[in-house]
């Protein structure tokens, strides 16, 4: 049979590339340098291949160690959901790594987490902020157990679930051409004029299928990395922009000055938005974590 590794030098190899030092990941393991040394040398000598590069005074880890601790953490992720279902713990008890995009995190989590620490006492809830890419990517690793994010976005070989509905506003200055409108139409928006989110934000992804819009077609003088900043540029009175209604709702155009009007329904229109859900990995023992996550975070979003 072939000798296989072991989880805990799974788990010492896995602290090893994240502290980038074989003290501090002794530190985070508990345990001695010595021990996380020799354990590291074992793993190296059952899968027969270097991990660490021990030439130079700078900690790296050999294009083999870069392959295999990805592959380390999704192998940790599962054995670790392995034992949760096993143990069939009550929902959100114990430690919970949540992730959650910036598009949604400020205008959900000051509401939530008193919600959560009052419900689920015995719940260590660990938050992560990152583009939507990166939190798929890490919910595939085992860095998070949930992600919540913004759909549709492809989830291929994860579990999910939908929760909330979350409309786009036309946000305009007061000195805007369509600030006195009550509503307006996708049709009269002015591409060139459409300050959105830089790309890799779903929310610019979301926000140009809605509209029917194609990139080429968007102003090309500016590219925001928060939905606060494009409401600042739009109060200056460089263009307009789209905010979803969860954002409007928190204050934010209120405290930009801005005009925020509805899209006209009926007649062949739909209102332009997006989903809100979570994503986590298959198997994992995490779907009444996401079920009682849904209760909450639904309550903050009809509040």
């Known amino acids: 049979m072939t000798p296989l590794p072991t989880l805990r030098q799974l788990q010492f190899f896995i602290a090893l590339a994240q502290q980038q030092s074989f003290s501090r990941a002794a ?19 059952t899968l027969d291949a270097q991990l660490v590069d021990r030439s130079s005074r700078s900690f790296t880890l050999t294009p083999v160690g870069e392959v295999l601790v990805e592959r380390a953490r999704a192998l940790l992720a599962q054995a670790e959901d392995f034992a949760r279902v096993a143990r069939k713990s009550e ?3 114990g430690v919970v790594n949540l992730g959650i995009i910036p598009t949604i995190a400020p205008y959900v989590l000051p509401k939530a987490m008193p919600q959560f620490r009052r419900k689920y006492p015995d719940l260590s809830l660990y938050l992560r902020e990152a583009l939507s890419a990166t939190l798929i990517d890490y919910v595939r690793s085992g860095q998070i157990d949930i992600a919540l994010i913004a759909f549709p976005y492809n989830t291929e070989g994860l579990e999910s679930l ?24 996708i049709d009269e928006l002015n591409a060139r004029e459409l300050l959105l989110l830089e790309d890799g934000h779903c929310l610019r992804d979301h926000a140009l299928s809605a509209c029917q819009l194609q990139e080429k077609e968007l102003a090309n003088t500016f590219g925001g990395t928060s939905i606060f900043t494009l409401a600042q540029m739009v109060r200056s009175g460089i263009g307009a922009t789209l905010l979803p209604e969860m954002a409007v709702r928190q204050g934010l155009a209120k405290s930009s000055s801005l005009i925020t009007i509805p899209f006209r329904e009926g007649k062949g229109e739909t209102v332009p938005g997006r989903q809100i859900g979570f994503v986590w990995r298959k198997g994992s023992g995490r779907r009444q974590d996401v079920e009682a996550m849904e209760d909450i975070f639904t309550k903050v979003l009809s509040a």
């Open 27 to 45: 530190d985070a393991c508990l345990v001695s340098q010595s021990t996380l040394s020799a354990a590291i040398k074992e793993l190296e000598s």
């Open 91 to 93: 929902p959100l008890s």
């Open 162 to 185: 939908v929760f909330a509905e979350d409309s786009f506003l036309f946000a305009c200055s007061a000195e805007h051409r369509l600030a006195s409108r009550a509503e307006v139409s």
